[in-house]
T-cell receptor, first 115, second 117 residues
Framework: ETGVTQTPRHLVMGMTNKKSLKCEQH?????MYWYKQSAKKPLELMFV???????ENNSVPSRFSPECPNSSHLFLHLHTLQPEDSALYLC??????????????FGSGTRLTVV | AQKITQTQPGMFVQEKEAVTLDCTYD???????LFWYKQPSSGEMIFLIY??????QNATEGRYSLNFQKARKSANLVISASQLGDSAMYFC??????????????FGKGTSLLVTP
């Protein structure tokens, strides 16, 4: 366990379904992130939250909706997804104190398949 | 534009040998950090080593060392005495301190390392 827990580990959903991914960190970090990892492509940053406030939305389609109710929890709500959204979704957290962060802590990811 | 370039899609190394994974980066920010992560087949991204742009010495963490050549903008990872458990994807990443991307990391496409007996 890294201190960042993602559930579920695997998810298969139809294009008309609504589902949510959950991320929880017990490290006392103040920043949390969603990344998307598709085959043969670099990790793509989706959303950044700092002290529960969204500080970045990296041109992500509105069918992905993030929620950060507190600094320990991060959700990614999914609706009417497309097959090309199938990927590994990684959550990460870090402690940002104005200096350089010595590494982000990632969860194990949710493997999403859209059918 | 690609900020992190990893030119080796796949590498093989024999057990107990050393291997170097290449990484070059592109930035005009004088303050940045470079990271290497390992991703086994389970999917988890495991932090290996960090190098700050103002660090005078190359970073080392156990069997991992970072060959930091600032003028050439390269940050190669060296794994000494490879073990079978080192087989995984390896990602180089950079964070620019003065970027409008905030705290985000930019990742390369990764190098797949296979350690053979």
């Amino acid at each position: 366990e890294t201190g960042v827990t993602q559930t579920p580990r695997h998810l298969v959903m139809g294009m008309t379904n609504k589902k949510s991914l959950k991320c929880e960190q017990h490290l006392g970090h103040n920043a949390m992130y969603w990344y998307k990892q598709s085959a043969k492509k670099p990790l793509e940053l989706m959303f950044v939250y700092n002290f529960k406030e969204q500080t970045e939305n990296n041109s992500v389609p509105s069918r992905f909706s993030p929620e950060c109710p507190n600094s320990s929890h991060l959700f990614l709500h999914l609706h009417t997804l497309q097959p090309e959204d199938s990927a590994l979704y990684l959550c990460a957290s870090s402690q940002e104190t104005g200096g350089v962060s010595y590494g982000y802590t990632f969860g194990s990811g949710t493997r999403l398949t859209v059918v | 534009a690609q900020k992190i370039t990893q030119t080796q899609p796949g590498m093989f190394v024999q057990e107990k040998e050393a291997v170097t994974l290449d990484c070059t980066y592109d930035t005009s920010d004088p303050s940045y950090g470079l990271f290497w992560y390992k991703q086994p087949s389970s999917g988890e991204m495991i932090f290996l080593i960090y190098q700050g742009s103002y660090d005078q010495q190359n970073a080392t963490e156990g069997r991992y060392s970072l060959n930091f050549q600032k003028a050439r903008k390269s940050a190669n990872l060296v794994i000494s005495a490879s073990q079978l458990g080192d087989s995984a994807m390896y990602f180089c990443a950079m964070r620019e301190m003065n970027s409008n991307s905030g705290y985000a990391l930019n990742f390369g496409k990764g190098t797949s390392l296979l350690v053979t007996p």
